[in-house]
């Protein structure tokens, strides 16, 4: 029987684990199939604190992971899915298929992943170009005084595009309704920003360049007209799905399928979440840590008094 599983293998999770091993907990991480998360995805991180020239996102992951295993021994990371999760008996099950494993606490820390547009070049330029994270990859010198756009209308594509008129020279706010879904605050901050061209009824159909992207193919769903617009880099504000398929209906969710937390605890005691399944606010490398943290350290409290 375990004291606590780790479901993840983002900096929520490894934190957690961190945190955990060094209190004696010993725990199991179920690190999925593809370890590393969505940081392994982007290129240089240059806002997690404490590497001054920023640091290569899969490095930054490997060195966390390098961290736990200083902790922990091999066996205790597994890298297979968990298929599902059984939080109505006690101690708690976790399925991987047919195996059980039992646990008295479960720390969930499976992220969220973010939803791309599926057109052509869309592959292609992935992180050549195309990214669905502006505060991690809008720094790069391929976006600087470049032109640039944004795909979206909710509050993350607008604080996108907002983000990015520090770097680039223009912004096309590419938005397929005639209008914003983002708060009215974020519609006035973009409304206000000179860089910023709001594209309404405007759908991206093609991602086009040669080794990077250098232009985009939209449609007006209106009246159907195609045209290309020059841009350097194309950011995915379409939203995020939280990793929640292997959860069980006792874990209470809110209306995007995010795990509601108070202070990471769910609402089944011994159950805790962190990272970026719980949060779809602040989605930082660095506050998924920091959420790990928090985690850990109320899972321990948790398990000193069952
Ligand atoms: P939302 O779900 O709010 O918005 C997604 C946007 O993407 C919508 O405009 C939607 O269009 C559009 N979209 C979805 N699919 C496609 C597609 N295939 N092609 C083109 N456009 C598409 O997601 P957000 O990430 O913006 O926000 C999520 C939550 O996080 C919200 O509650 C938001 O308020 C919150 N948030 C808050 C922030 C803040 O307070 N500063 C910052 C960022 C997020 P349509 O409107 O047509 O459906």
Redesign the pocket.
């Known amino acids: 029987m375990n004291s606590i599983i780790i479901i993840g293998s983002g900096p929520a999770a490894y934190t957690a684990a961190i945190y955990a091993a060094r209190a004696n907990y010993n725990p199991l991480i179920f690190e999925g199939e593809i370890i590393g998360g969505q940081l392994t995805t982007t290129t240089i991180v240059e806002n997690y604190p404490g590497f001054e020239d920023g640091i290569d996102g899969k490095l930054l992951m490997d060195n966390l992971r390098k961290q736990v295993l200083k902790l922990l021994d091999n066996s205790r990371l597994i890298q297979e899915n968990v298929t599902r999760i059984n939080t109505s008996i006690f101690p708690f099950e976790v399925f991987v298929n047919e195996d059980i494993y039992k646990t008295c606490s479960i720390i969930i820390a499976t992220g969220a992943t973010a939803?791309k547009?599926?057109i052509p070049g869309g592959e292609t330029y992935w992180n050549k170009g195309i990214s669905a994270c502006a505060v991690c990859d809008g720094f790069l010198p391929i976006f600087r005084n470049k032109p640039l756009a944004v795909?979206?209308?909710?509050?993350?594509?607008?604080?996108e595009a907002l983000h990015l008129s520090k770097f680039a020279s223009k912004i096309y706010l590419?938005?397929?309704?005639n209008?914003?879904?983002?708060?009215k605050i974020?519609q006035q901050r973009v409304l206000k920003n000179e860089k910023i061209e709001i594209l309404f009824n405007t759908?991206?159909i093609e991602a086009l360049g040669d080794k990077k992207l250098q232009s985009i193919q939209i449609i007006n769903n209106l009246n159907n007209f195609k045209e290309y617009l020059n841009v350097n880099g194309l950011f995915y504000?379409?939203?995020?799905s939280p990793n929640i398929d292997f959860l069980d209906s006792n874990i209470l969710c809110d209306a995007?399928g995010y795990i509601l937390t108070t202070n990471t605890k769910t609402n089944i005691p011994g159950i805790f979440a962190c990272g970026d399944v719980q949060d779809?606010?602040y989605?930082q490398a660095i506050t998924a840590a920091a959420s790990g943290c928090m985690a850990a350290l109320e899972c321990e409290k948790y398990l000193e008094n069952i």
Not at 151 to 159: F, H, R, T, Y
Not at 174 to 177: A, G, L, M, S
Not at 179 to 183: I, M, P, Q, V, Y
């Open positions: 939803k547009l599926d795909v979206g209308g909710g509050d993350s594509a607008c604080e590419c938005v397929r309704k209008c914003l879904r983002a708060s974020m759908e991206i504000a379409i939203g995020h995007n779809n606010i989605r």
